[in-house]
């Protein structure tokens, strides 16, 4: 039996769960590639405002893995 697999969204899948790894394991929400501004909750939303606890860096970490650009951290 033959399967389609549609590249553009395997490949937006795959970003996806590239750029937010670490933002599961760092804020306990669920991220996908629908989520919105209004989605994220305003822990998160306050982590990642103020700066503290490397929030600078989980941002870089997103639009570089999204990106395909490696990690934020490295």
Known sequence: MTEVIELEK???DM???RGY???KSQFQED???DT???DISTKTLSLLAY???K???YLFDLVMNLRSL???FE
Do not use: H, Y
């Open 10 to 12: 395997a490949k937006l």
């Open 15 to 17: 970003a996806v769960r």
């Open 21 to 23: 790894r670490n933002w």
């Open 31 to 33: 991220f996908g590639p």
């Open 36 to 38: 919105r501004l209004s």
């Open 51 to 53: 700066g503290k606890d």
């Open 55 to 57: 929030s600078t860096f």
């Open 70 to 72: 490696g990690s934020g």
